[in-house]
């Protein structure tokens, strides 16, 4: 059984930083690609950011280019994303996602395996 737990979400001021982690547990991580995605209320689920198995490639959205930043430490089973110069329209349910593929990948549906979701609020 994959399960995918996200924390680090909170309320934040406009301009400030959150750190969100995804613990990854009941399967290999360092074979996964891994994505996060975020959905805002009465919105589709968009894509945010992808990192492939090495940490080596990596692909951001054009909303969060230059500010967000996805990471991994394998050794830790974990995904990361840093998150800087928050605006107000980042507010969302922030998901992690796995999957069967070491690679990275914009599409949500490739993703087999996903998190609960973290709440993340920026305030103006």
């Known amino acids: 059984q994959v399960q995918l737990v996200e924390s680090g979400g909170g309320l934040v001021q406009a301009g400030g930083s959150l750190r969100l982690s995804c613990a990854v547990s009941?399967?290999?991580?360092?074979?996964?690609?891994m994505g996060w995605f975020r959905q805002a209320p009465g919105k589709e689920r968009e894509f945010v950011a992808t990192?492939?198995?090495?940490?080596?490639?990596?692909v951001y959205a054009d909303s969060v280019k230059g500010r967000f930043t996805i990471s991994r430490d394998n050794a830790k089973n974990t995904v990361y994303l840093q998150m800087n110069s928050l605006k107000p329209e980042d507010t969302a349910v922030y998901y992690c996602?796995?999957?069967?593929?070491?690679?990275?990948?914009?599409?949500?549906?490739?993703?087999?395996?996903w998190g609960q979701g973290t709440q993340v609020t920026v305030s103006s």
């Open positions: 996602a796995a999957r069967d593929s070491p690679w990275a990948e914009v599409k949500g549906y490739v993703y087999a395996y």
């Open positions: 009941g399967r290999t991580f360092s074979r996964n690609g």
């Open positions: 990192i492939s198995w090495s940490g080596g490639s990596t």
